[in-house]
């Protein structure tokens, strides 16, 4: 039987498990500190723990949860890696660099359930959950890509799978993710996205005081239940009612909403302001991203001109609105494109 990963553990979870075995609790304060601060994943080199517990650490816990296949650089910087976990699935993870932040998108599952028609990760269907050690993992391999002198800045679980559907890792995960003795993110440094999983949003933010993003790519139930099939279960009014009865959810803290621009599909003018009509009172921002296509879509991005209109009716229409430039679409990193191709061969 495999030792437990250690990794994932937020620090307060580590001080109970060691003070069951009978180790202070101060000492995984220490732990904590060369792993997630440091990226030390060697209790030989955690020099101020006594050498009887950097023993015990190496027999009893792991350190590692996932292990690098392939690493793909960009011509825009963008690096993405293709990890095998232990039971052989592999997942993907993106840093996207840019010149005062470092963004690590994170995956969440192993594929996907939602079936987001213009997705490739919704083409692959679902395998299973990604435990905390296994998401936490990630943001460790990922850094270690990075040179010296940058850090991960920013995390977003925009990656594979919907994080609301795996909701007690990804609980864990955030927790260490800003915990001031793991990662010491800042909140507004984190956000989750969601397709829409209603009865988990609520339950999301009051665990942990991330950023809430919503994938939206399309303001009536016709056009989302095609694009977003969960739609079905949790339509638009039933979403944008959970949305606006948030508590945390004020002009200091939006709703970020994503909508993936699709040629002839979800662009017209009228779509825009239907957008403008469905978010008109919620504090919110949207983001848009032209379509990346892919082989597991025949969807094609708008044409620059019907862009451009799209968001000047946003624009109009009182939307804070921010246009998207694609990262990574050169090595299939872009937004809607993770699919663990390699998994194929």
């Not at 660099?97 to 269907?125: D, K, W």
């Not at 970020?256 to 825009?272: C, H, K, M, P, Q």
């Not at 804070?320 to 194929?344: K, W």
């Amino acid at each position: 039987m495999s030792a437990p990963a250690l990794i994932g553990l937020s620090p307060d979870h580590l001080r109970r498990r060691f003070k069951e075995v009978g180790v202070p609790g101060y000492r995984a304060d220490q732990v904590a500190e060369w792993v997630y601060q440091r990226g030390v994943l060697e209790p030989e080199a955690m020099t101020n723990l006594p050498q009887e517990l950097r023993g015990q650490l190496l027999a009893d816990w792991s350190f590692r949860a996932l292990e690098p296949v392939r690493v793909a650089h960009s011509t825009d910087g963008t690096v993405k890696a293709v990890l095998r976990a232990s039971d052989g699935v592999l997942v993907e993870a993106v840093l996207i660099p840019e010149e005062e932040r470092t963004t690590l998108c994170v995956s969440t599952q192993v594929g996907c359930p939602l079936a987001c028609s213009f997705c490739a990760t919704g083409a692959l269907g679902f395998t299973r959950n990604l435990d905390a050690a296994e998401i936490i993992d990630q943001v460790l391999r990922m850094r270690e890509l990075l040179p010296a002198d940058r850090t991960i800045t920013n995390v977003v679980f925009m990656g594979m799978g919907e994080p609301l559907l795996n909701l007690p890792n990804l609980i864990a995960a955030v927790e260490t993710l800003l915990h001031p003795k793991a990662f010491a993110m800042a909140p507004r440094r984190v956000t989750v996205s969601t397709a829409g999983v209603v009865p988990k949003i609520g339950e999301l933010l009051e665990a942990v005081p991330v950023n809430l993003a919503v994938s939206l790519h399309a303001a009536t139930d016709a056009v989302r239940d095609v694009l977003v099939p969960l739609n079905r279960r949790f339509p638009l009014a039933e979403l944008m009612q959970t949305l606006r009865e948030l508590p945390r959810i004020s002009r200091r803290h939006p709703v970020f909403f994503e909508y993936t621009l699709i040629d002839g599909v979800n662009d017209s003018r009228e779509d825009a302001r239907e957008v403008g009509r469905l978010l008109r009172g919620l504090p919110s921002k949207l983001n848009l991203i032209p379509m990346n296509a892919h082989s597991d879509s025949g969807y094609q991005p708008p044409p620059p001109e019907r862009i451009d209109a799209f968001m000047g009716e946003l624009v109009r229409g009182g939307v804070t609105t921010t246009l998207r430039r694609s990262r990574g679409a050169d090595i299939d990193a872009a937004c809607g494109q993770l699919a663990v191709r390699e998994a194929a061969g």
